[in-house]
Antibody, heavy 114, light 112 residues
Framework: EVQLQESGPGLVKPSQSLSLTCSVT????????WAWIRKFPGNKMEWMGY???????SYNPSLKGRISITRDTSKNQFFLQLNSVTTEDTATYYC????????WGQGVMVTVSS | DVVLTQTPPTLSTTIGQSVSISCRSS???????????LNWLLQRPGQSPQLLIY???NLESGIPNRFSGSGSETDFTLRISGLEAEDLGLYYC?????????FGGGTRLELK
């Protein structure tokens, strides 16, 4: 069974970087697409970007170059880094498989606050 | 970016009823390959979102057939026939035809 699990700090200070890990079991990340999606307080969902089987990436332009998605195939993990965070980046962050997101992690709530 | 407008924002109903949720796109979601990448997801309280329907009308594995999707180009509908308690939650449409991928604002399905 495919399972995804996010991990990372729940509190980040403004102007710092947010770093999250998605650990995948039951499926190799050398296949398919692997995405980060976030849900803001109040229900708005935003697709942040993905990394695919050949390590190509695509990012939401709204993130204005602050985002990077990378992977470690030896650990079957992929990562999100979001730089220069503000309080507006407070959200629940999900990792998911595929452009049609068929498997999701349980989500990690990240608060940006001093 | 493609804007997806979901209506209604809240739907109050009773168990056993049939309901429909609309999703309208600011652009056609028909891709050059002939497919239309419009999906529906459900987020139950306290859970992660779950894929229900992909490419307008294809039922994801394990999803009961009381869920159905229809539509084309810019107008899409999710229908639930014979609502069950486990169907309550927040429904989203999302499109994957145009970058960046975008989501509708959500429809909350609740009991009257």
């Amino acid at each position: 069974e495919v399972q995804l699990q996010e991990s990372g700090p729940g509190l980040v200070k403004p102007s710092q970087s947010l770093s999250l890990t998605c650990s995948v079991t039951g499926y190799s990340i050398t296949s398919n697409y692997w995405a980060w999606i976030r849900k803001f307080p109040g229900n708005k969902m935003e697709w942040m970007g993905y990394i695919n089987y050949s390590t190509s990436t695509s990012y939401n332009p709204s993130l204005k170059g602050r985002i990077s998605i990378t992977r470690d195939t030896s650990k079957n993990q992929f990562f999100l880094q979001l730089n220069s965070v503000t309080t507006e980046d407070t959200a629940t962050y999900y990792c998911a498989r595929s452009i049609t997101p068929d498997y999701w992690g349980q989500g990690v709530m990240v608060t940006v606050s001093s | 970016d493609v804007v997806l407008t979901q209506t209604p924002p809240t739907l109050s109903t009773t168990i056993g009823q049939s309901v429909s949720i609309s999703c309208r796109s600011s652009q056609s979601l028909l891709d050059g390959d002939g497919d239309t990448y419009l999906n529906w997801l459900l987020q139950r309280p306290g859970q992660s979102p779950q894929l229900l329907i992909y490419s307008v009308s294809n039922l994801e594995s394990g999803i009961p057939n009381r869920f159905s999707g229809s539509g084309s180009e810019t107008d899409f509908t999710l229908r639930i026939s014979g609502l069950e308690a486990e169907d309550l939650g927040l429904y989203y449409c999302m499109q994957a035809t145009h970058a960046p991928l975008t989501f509708g604002g959500g429809t909350r399905l609740e009991l009257k």
